[in-house]
Structures are given as structure tokens and as C-alpha cells.
């Protein structure tokens, strides 16, 4: 049984009146709290954003007073009063020391000419990780980052790396490079210069001066690898460890290449074979909730990265000791892959003993799952197919992002746009958190006590609710997480959100295939969704 909307106290509600499109009625505040009244919808929207400010100490929007410059000067840095000036931008800063620390931000909203440049970007873009370099998922995660801005890596030649120490020197030469030097390559290259060429100069004197830098394994990598076509910028390429992954993939289990306009392959040829081709790539080479592969073939049960190396180690290790592609299809179909990996010499004791599996979650642990891949697919800003009309068969009306299931097991019927945006938002919270476990939270939900859910939930996020509430904008029963759905004639069986979101070119796999096998990937995804 699902709760309507209400109010507490003197909160507000605003409800949309359907069988008359354009008008609301509002029941609440000081005006209307014995007997509510029926307004357009405008007019609504305004009396409740007035009610919301005038609880927040804020002048009504129509009693706003006039906007005037304050007199008084703060430093852009560290926000204490300041007596300087940019010089280009007049933007106050206390002293020079600030304005260097604040230039890499600062250096976006100047007037200074011929910035930000590339080389700009660039350093933002390192600058978010930089010091989680020395940590295995942190510089995965930054080399996620670089990949994901398609300029960038044109640009600066990152699509030309086949691995990620590649990556690393390529990095390291930019930052070596000085300041001044940045900026006038950046501008050589707007009159029509090569960058790798002006670069290549640079280098080359750097070595025959015998600067003091300590980079010349940095050097001479990229001297080298200038020999074999490495191209800066690069806009027309592919990205070579795509590639890469692509062609081992297809070496590995003697398909023909996809150039070659091979046979069909069936749809679990494909699925392995799309597993591979991430696996076998030499970075960037592990399944996450926004590939079809995820929740396939088991890595939507490890908790932590550490799980999810050994789990794509254990996939590869078949490749190493020359398994067909048939048996890896059959093991697969069949659910006896654990049995094929022993028989090949892989240790899944450990792998198993944490409670990971090889293949599809079970109809009725799928839903947790579920809420995942939905919650982050609507929130990951890629285009998905998510966001595709569907039949009713697993979707609310009119729902293109969440389940049934989802919606009403997870608080997320009946809530207002606001909650339901809150709401999203702290389950992408609590699935990041180190102490989150899905199968954990799935016990809370299946349990006959119906605050279970919200028990496991404090565990992870203490004081959830008053963290995620608000006593104006939200219900007052806001999140409702006691409700249970009921499934008379059992569970739906839909893998609907089990798909590819389509991502940076830098990151996703479909840009090293041809059109042919792209046909045949998209039959497999309507496959899945059917």
C-alpha cells in the first residue's frame, strides 16, 4: 500500500490537478490550512517559491529590492579583504600568492588574451586527481577523466597511447613544459602549426642543451614513438588501445576480422566477444554499470576494485591457457563457468567465498541491481536507452527511467519532482560509499520488518533523512521506505536496463567497430531488452 503526499505543521503542498490541465490546488501555509483553493498552475509555483522564502529569511520575489555592487573587496583565493587587482579582469586578490594559487581556476573567467588555451584545459583536467596518481583505482580513474574530454586527447595525442604508461609520459612531458611555452605552442598551432613538430623541436634542444630535467626516459620515449606516426593533434584516428583490445580479442578465439565482413556471430558469441574486447584492451579494460557486461557476467557483485581486477583476471586467464570461444559460450549459457576456470587452473575459491558469481543475478536479487544500473544511467548524463518509450510490461506509465519494481520499493512512488531528484541522487551516494554492500540492502528490502530498508541505510549514511529532507520541500513522509510491492503472478522478468549507455568517444568500445558488427551488437541489445 502506497501513502499519498502530505503536510506537517504549516508546510505547503502544491498538487497538479490533471482533469484540468493548468491549474493546482494548494492546501497549506497560512492562508489556506483549513480548506485549500484552486489557482493556475503559475501562480501556484510563485505562492509556493514565496511561502519557501519567507521561511528562509528571504524577501518575497515580487518585494525583491534593486541589485547593487558591494563596496567591499574580498580576494578571489582565500576570501580575506584585499587591497590588489588582476590587471586584465580587475578581480581583487590579497596579494600575488593568491593570484598564482587561483590562476589554474581563475584563468577560465579572465581577460587575459588568448586564454584559457588547450593547455589550460589540459591542467584542469589533471588537477582533479593528480594526487591519487600513486593509487591504482585513482590513476584509473584520472585516466577515465583525460578519456572522457574527446578534444582533449585529440589534441594533445592521448588517442595515439596503446597503454597507460604511455599515457604517463605523454602526461609528464606536458607538465615539464613551461608555462610561457604552453601558451605559445598553443598559439602556433591556431596559425596552423603541428604540435607535435613544435614539441618535437622543444624536446630535441632540451636534450642538446643537457638541461637539468629529470625526464629523459620522457624524452626519448616520445622521440621514438614520433618515428612510428605519432600524430599531434590527431582528429581523424581511432583510439589505439581500442583497437587494440579488438584485435587481440579477435586473435584470441580465431574470429575473422570484423574489416573482413565475418559470419554472424550468435548472441552469446557476442556477448563474449564484447567482453573481451574491454578485458584484452590494455587500460580502461574493466566492466562498470554503464556496459551491458556488468551485470553479464558478475561484476555487478564486487563491492571494490580489488574485486573487480581478480574477477576480469580470472575472465582473461581462459584467454592465456587458449580456451575456444565455444567452451567459454557454453560455460557461459549453461552457468559452469566456475566449473571451466578450475578446469583451466583458475583459483575461484576466493572469488566465490566473497559471493561473486559468474553469470546473471537471479530473478529476485536482480532488483537491487536494477535500481543501480537506473539510478546511474539517469544521472550519468550519457545518452541512454533508458530514456526510450517502453511498453508497460516493467515500467510505470509514462516512467522511462525506473521499474515497478524500483519505484515502489525504493521510496520512489508518489514523490514530487524535487524528491524524486533528491532521492536519486542519494542512492548514487549511498552505492558509492565503501560500507555499501547490495545484497545487504536486498535483505532490508525482502525482510517482513518493514523499517529494515531504513535501518540498513542509516548504517551507511547516518542521519539519512534529515540530511536528504526539507521540511518545505519535501513530504512529510518523505522517503517513504515501508511500502512493499506485490507481485501476484510473480516478479517481470526484464533486463531492460542491461545495455551500453553511450559515452566520450575516448571511453566507449563501439568506436574500433565497423558498421556491420555495430548492426549486430544493436539487434543483441534489442535482444536484451525484449
Not at 110 to 118: G, K, S
Not at 294 to 301: H, L
Request: charged letters at 25%; proline letters at 5%; hydrophobic letters at 35%.
Amino acid at each position: 500500500m502506497m501513502m499519498g503526499q502530505a503536510v506537517f505543521n504549516d508546510g505547503l503542498l502544491v498538487d497538479e490537478n490533471m482533469a484540468k490541465p493548468g491549474y493546482a490546488y494548494v492546501v497549506g501555509g497560512s492562508e489556506f490550512s483549513t480548506k485549500g483553493r484552486e489557482m493556475s498552475l503559475r501562480n501556484a509555483e510563485l505562492y509556493q517559491s514565496n511561502f519557501i522564502r519567507s521561511k528562509l529569511g528571504l524577501e518575497r520575489q515580487d518585494e525583491m529590492p534593486p541589485t547593487s555592487v558591494s563596496s567591499l573587496k574580498t580576494c578571489m583565493h582565500c576570501r580575506r579583504s584585499s587591497e590588489f587587482r588582476c590587471q586584465k579582469c580587475r578581480s581583487s586578490y590579497c596579494s600575488k600568492r593568491c593570484q598564482r594559487k587561483d590562476w589554474p581556476r581563475h584563468v577560465f573567467i579572465c581577460a587575459v588574451p588568448y586564454r584559457p588555451n588547450n593547455f589550460d584545459r589540459l591542467e584542469l583536467c589533471l588537477r582533479k586527481r593528480f594526487f591519487a596518481i600513486c593509487d591504482d583505482a585513482g590513476y584509473s580513474q584520472l585516466v577515465k577523466d583525460l578519456f572522457a574530454d574527446d578534444h582533449i586527447c585529440r589534441f594533445f595525442g592521448f588517442i595515439n597511447c596503446i597503454d597507460q604508461s604511455e599515457v604517463g609520459y605523454l602526461i609528464h612531458l606536458y607538465l615539464l613544459m613551461p608555462q610561457r611555452l604552453k601558451t605559445v605552442l598553443d598559439r602556433l598551432v591556431r596559425d596552423g602549426w603541428n604540435l607535435g613538430d613544435s614539441i618535437d623541436v622543444w624536446v630535441q634542444k632540451c636534450q642538446a642543451k643537457d638541461l637539468k630535467i629529470p625526464a629523459t626516459e620522457c624524452f626519448s620515449w616520445f622521440l621514438s614513438r614520433r618515428k612510428t606516426g605519432f600524430a599531434i593533434p590527431n582528429w581523424e584516428g581511432q583510439y589505439i588501445y581500442q583497437g587494440y583490445g579488438l584485435r587481440v580479442a579477435e586473435q584470441a578465439f580465431n574470429v575473422p576480422p570484423a574489416s573482413d565482413d565475418p559470419p554472424p556471430l550468435s548472441s552469446a558469441q557476442c556477448s563474449i566477444m564484447l567482453l573481451y574486447i574491454i578485458l584484452l584492451r590494455p587500460f580502461n579494460n574493466i566492466p562498470d554499470i554503464h556496459h551491458a557486461e556488468w551485470a553479464k557476467f558478475g561484476f555487478c557483485y564486487c563491492t571494490s576494485f580489488a574485486q573487480r581486477e581478480a574477477l576480469a583476471s580470472a575472465y582473461v586467464h581462459l584467454v592465456d591457457a587458449n580456451t575456444p570461444l565455444s567452451d567459454v559460450v557454453h560455460a557461459w549459457t549453461t552457468s559452469s563457468m566456475s566449473q571451466l576456470m578450475r578446469d583451466r587452473g583458475v583459483d575461484v575459491d576466493q572469488l566465490e567465498a566473497e559471493g561473486i558469481l559468474f553469470d546473471y543475478p537471479s530473478l529476485d536479487e536482480f532488483g537491487v541491481y536494477r535500481l543501480m544500473a537506473e539510478v546511474s544511467h539517469t544521472l550519468s548524463g550519457r545518452f541512454c536507452h533508458c530514456f526510450r518509450p517502453k511498453s508497460q510490461v516493467c515500467h510505470p506509465k509514462h516512467e522511462t527511467h525506473l521499474s515497478i519494481e524500483s519505484d515502489g520499493d525504493y521510496g520512489f512512488h508518489g514523490t514530487t519532482p524535487w524528491e524524486r531528484w533528491q532521492l536519486l541522487n542519494f542512492y548514487q551516494h549511498v552505492f558509492q560509499q565503501p560500507a555499501f554492500d547490495p545484497r545487504r540492502m536486498l535483505q532490508a528490502r525482502q525482510s517482513e520488518d518493514r523499517n529494515a530498508l531504513e535501518q540498513y541505510l542509516e548504517t551507511v549514511v547516518p542521519d539519512f533523512r534529515r540530511k536528504i529532507g526539507h521540511p518545505y520541500l519535501a513530504d512529510g513522509f518523505f522517503p517513504k521506505l515501508g511500502s512493499r510491492l506485490v507481485f501476484p503472478h510473480g516478479r517481470i522478468a526484464c533486463h531492460c536496463v542491461v545495455h551500453d549507455t553511450v559515452g566520450p568517444e575516448g571511453l566507449d568500445w563501439r568506436a574500433s567497430w565497423s558498421v556491420s558488427v555495430l548492426s549486430k551488437v544493436e539487434d543483441l541489445d534489442q535482444h536484451d531488452q525484449g
